[in-house]
Each structure stands twice: as structure tokens, then as C-alpha cells.
């Protein structure tokens, strides 16, 4: 999700974050980076812990399998959101934004590892929540209407993955609702009070 939301910033909105003088390749540069930080590695972790034994399967179904794999995943996205905080102020100021947007996302994802050591919130609700809230906030906060169309089908992606989420009997609607709500406050409150 971190991915999707910075692909359409960056290349949709760039001047929000301050990129709008950045050369296409270096905007897809750091894209690349923010997807080996918040995908790729995070997976690799995943794994390990399935190798070694220390979850049973990669649907983390027990709320308890859950917990460590969360907490792992907003460390490392604690790291990525430090790396764009102070790293790349050596290249430009505008860090600073993308590093508001990543601390969302890591504080979510923190969220997400303490609930789920009392209740199984839906992390796939917290994901594109917080990529709704964001897109929303930005729109609202810097009247960016060019994103308007990703709103109506992020929109429409979210309601296929929260029923995909209630159909395979991986969350109750409770679960769902909390999730979606989690990230669209954090992401959104962040946006509109933090940049």
C-alpha cells in the first residue's frame, strides 16, 4: 500500500511533497526505495519467521501469530521513515514530507502489532484506510482535484478488499470497520495537522 500511495504522489501530485522539480527517474528512484523498505523487505522478514519456525503460516490466522510479524514490519518502517527523515535532506528539504506521510504509515503499523496483542484488527483495513485518508486529506488540504479519480477507484478497490477480507472469514466486520477507520484517521489527521 505504501507503494501504491507514494506511485500516485509522486507522480500525480509531486509539487504536494515538493518533487515537482525532480527528474521522473529520481522520483522513481525513491519509489523504489519506499518499495524495497515497505514491501520487499518486510516480506523477506516474513519469511524468516516462517522458516524458523516462529509463525505457522504466512495467513497469520491466531491473533497471537500475528503480533510479532506487525511489530518487525513497523520497525522496519520505523528505519525507512529515519532514512527519509535525515539521510535525504542531503539531496533536498523536501524529506520532511515524505518522512510525515512514511510516520503515519509506521504508526499505523505500530497500532496495528499492539492491537493485535488483544484483538485481531485488520491490517488489510489499516492499509488501504491509510491510503484513502492520505489521498483525501491531500484533496482537501491542497485542493488537489487531479485526484479525484484514484479517490473513486481506491474507493472501489476498498470496498472489494474489505468484503474479500469478510468472505474468506479472516475478519468480522468489526474487525474490518476499525481497521479501515484506524488508518484513514491516522493518515489523514497526520496530512491535515502535521504538514
Keep these: 500500500m505504501p507503494t501504491i500511495l507514494f506511485g500516485i504522489l509522486f507522480f500525480q501530485t509531486p509539487g504536494v511533497l ?39 503460516s504466512l495467513h497469520l490466522d491466531n491473533r497471537l501469530d500475528r503480533r510479532l510479524p506487525y511489530l518487525l514490519t513497523a520497525l522496519v518502517y520505523a528505519g ?45 483495513g489499516v492499509g488501504i484506510g491509510g491510503v484513502l ?18 479517490l473513486a477507484l481506491l474507493t472501489g478497490l476498498a470496498g472489494l478488499i474489505l468484503s474479500a477480507r469478510l468472505h474468506l472469514n479472516a475478519h468480522t466486520p468489526a474487525q474490518v470497520g476499525a481497521g479501515f477507520m484506524l488508518g484513514l484517521l491516522v493518515s489523514a489527521l497526520t496530512v491535515l495537522f502535521l504538514f
Design 18 to 56: 515538493g518533487l515537482d522539480s525532480f527528474s521522473t527517474t529520481l522520483r522513481g528512484s525513491l519509489l523504489m526505495l519506499i518499495a524495497v523498505g515497505t514491501f520487499g523487505v518486510p516480506t523477506i522478514v516474513i519469511l524468516f519467521l516462517l522458516r524458523g519456525g516462529y509463525i505457522p
Design 80 to 124: 525507512v521513515t529515519f532514512m527519509f527523515a535525515f539521510q535525504m535532506q542531503l539531496i533536498s528539504d523536501t524529506a520532511p514530507e515524505i518522512a510525515v506521510i512514511l510516520s503515519s504509515i509506521t504508526l499505523s503499523m505500530l497500532l496495528v502489532g499492539i492491537i493485535s496483542l488483544y484483538w485481531k484488527i485488520s491490517a488489510h
Design 133 to 150: 485518508g492520505t489521498l483525501m486529506a491531500v484533496t482537501v488540504k491542497f485542493g488537489e482535484t487531479d485526484l479525484i479519480l484514484f
